[in-house]
């Protein structure tokens, strides 16, 4: 299959999937094409204005000769009235199908499976939401606006001109077909090159995002050239499809003009030949002449359309495709009110797509409610694993993990999610206040934000900044260091009412008095909360009720601080190699 024939479908369904949003908004659309159908009905006036003035106008006694400014301003005037409705109900149409368009694709991103983050870089899916529905309805509007301002008076005028000479009007169509021809081809070159500068747009806008978020490691590198030229490389890409796209388009208009103009001399010609045969009067010649130039004028402003169009749909097609992504799938039926915190893990084997060995194999391990369990072992044991598991943003190729009894898999993903609260590896802060990161999608309650920020020892320090606890945070926390970070990461964990907490890592960028601190202040939780502590730095664990020890996606051993070094296994070793 060629690849203009796999694309012509596609674009018709995308076409289709865009008026989905634009129809729920057809009341405005019918404003708008009324009241360009009032613009257009101007439009055939203007030559028979001129048919009565060089009819009537050159006799003394006809009307007087201020009637001709009147009645032709009053024309312009209505006509720019009827056109600034029709762009003003259009603008409205269209601004609320955006939004729409948005929140679908919002939504879309927010129920997307866990793997579509792995491919999706932040400012691709930023372009698709924000940006593509825009450009996408921009351009459309704009060839609607053209259609019914150029379209509409086009049939006006054509209808004008079978009135006073079908035969020379329908003589007059032969070169239509010839320009349908062309559109057409230059059509099919747009897309393809089209979908090209797309992806290629795509890169650039992920080249920023990198650049962006790395922008420290940008400069400690001293990268700045290597940044430029790799950006430079990608925009050469884009600079290059572009212009075939405008190349391809340059050469519509001169063709389509060429093909007109034949026409157009064509009948202008035989028309003056008629006219000199049956003897008609100069003013029908003037009326049809002008009538003509004024309807071809507006035809070619049409065929200038096919490339707006095809843009739009292949951008659409593009954000489409992130409505596209497959939601995370929740089979769960079972809801939880609030868990023990009882968690077992049996025989559960995860490999990762793509992966060379299962990252768990065949793990079994009882985290049980109300205690401290700590994770240990080498990076890439398995530790993060087990939580992506427990939160169901991974599923078990085989085995089973159990929530007080209940199957995880049977719980629906709310309310297996609402049971943790996770302060992860990688600190993510959003760009607002200290109490809005804290009290995240929660509402706010002044004591116990005071509470949590205090036992993540952060309160005395909130107090010192400007605002207090309103102080933005910057993005992504920038405006706080990498300990601030965390402590106000844990706040955030503590504040939320889950009965299972989950530090992984969440205290090594603590100094030792922080940890210490937090350490104590989570004393008071101790018996009524299930805490799970993943940590390299093994002081941090030394008093958790039990230690499994993890490696190469299994379990070794399990116990307390003591009983493992009485056992003198593997734990015993990393204690020990971490004392050297
Ligand atoms: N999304 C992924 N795709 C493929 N492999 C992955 C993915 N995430 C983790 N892995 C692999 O799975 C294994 C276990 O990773 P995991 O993050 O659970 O280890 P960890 O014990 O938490 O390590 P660390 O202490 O360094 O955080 C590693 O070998 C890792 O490379």
Excluded at 146 to 161: K, T
């Amino acid at each position: 299959m060629t690849v203009e024939a796999a694309t012509a479908p596609d674009l018709k369904s995308t076409a289709r999937r865009v008026l989905r949003y634009v129809l729920p908004h057809r009341l405005g659309l019918f404003w708008t094409v009324l009241a360009y159908i009032g613009a257009a009905c101007t439009e055939p006036l203007i030559p028979e204005l001129l048919r009565t003035v060089f009819g009537k106008g050159f006799q003394a006694s006809s009307f007087s000769v201020w009637w001709v400014p009147v009645v032709l301003i009053g024309l312009f005037a209505l006509r720019g009235l009827f056109g600034f409705l029709g762009q003003y109900m259009l603008n409205q149409t269209l601004t609320r199908s955006v939004m729409d368009m948005r929140r679908s694709l919002l939504d879309a991103l927010l129920r997307a499976d866990a793997s579509a983050y792995t491919s999706l870089q932040p400012g691709a899916a930023v372009t698709k939401v924000v940006n593509d529905p825009n450009q996408v309805l921009t351009l459309l509007s704009g060839t609607v606006v053209s259609v019914l301002r150029d379209g509409l008076p086009a049939i006006a005028m054509l209808g004008y001109l079978l009135y006073l000479n079908w035969q020379l009007t329908l003589l007059s169509m032969i070169t239509t077909p010839a320009m349908a021809f062309v559109v057409k081809r230059v059509n099919r070159r747009v897309q393809q090159i089209g979908a090209r500068n797309y992806d290629a747009q795509l890169e650039l806008v992920n080249k920023v995002d990198d650049i962006t978020r790395a922008w420290r490691v940008v400069r400690s590198f001293d990268a700045g050239d290597y940044e430029r030229g790799r950006f430079a490389d990608i925009a050469r890409k884009v600079q290059r499809s572009a212009l075939k796209v405008s190349a391809t388009n340059a050469l519509t208009q001169p063709l389509s003009q060429l093909m007109a103009s034949v026409g157009l001399s064509l009948i202008v010609s035989l028309a003056l030949l008629q006219a000199r045969q049956t003897n008609t009067g100069v003013e029908e010649f003037a009326a049809f002449v002008t009538a003509l130039l004024l309807m071809t004028s507006r035809l070619r402003h049409l065929s200038d359309l096919a490339q707006p169009i095809t843009n739009a749909l292949v951008i659409a097609r593009g954000c489409f495709s992130l409505l596209d992504t497959p939601a995370e799938p929740d089979r769960g039926t079972q809801d939880l009110a609030l868990a023990r915190g009882e968690l077992s893990l049996r025989e559960v084997k995860l490999q990762y797509p793509g992966a060379e060995r299962p990252a768990l194999d065949g793990l079994s391990m009882l985290i049980k409610p109300g205690q401290t369990t700590a994770l240990v072992g080498a990076s890439g044991a398995g530790k993060s694993s087990v939580i992506h598991l427990l939160l169901g943003f991974a599923q078990p190729d085989s085995g089973q993990i159990l929530l007080d009894g209940h199957d995880i898999q049977d719980l629906r993903r709310a309310a297996l999610r609402r049971q943790f609260a996770v302060v992860s590896q990688d600190i993510v802060l959003f760009d607002a206040s200290v109490a809005d990161n804290v009290a995240y999608a929660q509402p706010r309650d002044a004591a116990r934000l005071e509470q949590a920020l205090r036992a993540a020892h952060l309160w005395d320090f909130v107090q010192t900044l400007p605002q207090g606890i309103e102080t933005p945070v910057g993005a992504n926390g920038s405006k706080l260091s990498g300990g601030q970070r965390q402590r106000l990461a844990i706040a955030r964990a503590l504040y939320k009412e889950a009965p299972i907490w989950v530090f992984d890592e969440a205290t090594s960028a603590l100094d030792t008095e922080s940890e210490r601190a937090v350490q104590q202040a989570l004393e008071q939780w101790q018996g009524k909360k299930t805490l799970i502590l993943i940590a390299h730095r093994l002081s941090t664990v030394r008093a958790a009720d039990c230690i499994h020890v993890m490696s190469n996606g299994r379990l070794l051993e399990s116990g307390s601080h003591a009983e493992l070094l009485a056992t003198d296994g593997a734990y015993a070793a990393m204690v020990r190699a971490q004392h050297d």
